[in-house]
């Protein structure tokens, strides 16, 4: 995930983090160097496919509030 992400240089990041994925999601972060205002990080529980679905959802409201169009690219979605 790190190398995709240094080498599209996407404008925003959103991500579906667990609780055991959240510390490598923090560390991500911080290692590809994103500015507060171009990630979005979601906790879930990897077992709740309703929560996620609507974390989901929360975090393509975020990226078309911030200007991007539907017609996205690249998709990653890592829960667990």
């Given at each position: 995930m790190r190398f995709?992400?240094?080498?599209?240089?996407?404008?925003?990041?959103?991500?579906?983090?667990?609780?055991?994925?959240?510390?490598?999601t923090e560390e991500l972060i911080?290692?590809?160097g994103f500015g507060d205002d171009k990630w979005?990080?979601?906790?879930?529980?990897?077992?709740?496919?309703?929560?996620?679905?609507?974390?989901?959802s929360l975090i393509i409201d975020w990226?078309?509030?911030k200007g991007l169009t539907p017609q996205i690219s690249c998709w990653t979605l890592r829960v667990g």
């Amino acid at each position: 995930m790190r190398f995709s992400l240094e080498n599209q240089a996407p404008f925003y990041v959103g991500f579906l983090c667990s609780r055991i994925s959240e510390p490598y999601t923090e560390e991500l972060i911080h290692t590809v160097g994103f500015g507060d205002d171009k990630w979005i990080k979601k906790m879930v529980d990897p077992q709740n496919i309703i929560e996620i679905r609507l974390e989901t959802s929360l975090i393509i409201d975020w990226m078309l509030a911030k200007g991007l169009t539907p017609q996205i690219s690249c998709w990653t979605l890592r829960v667990g």
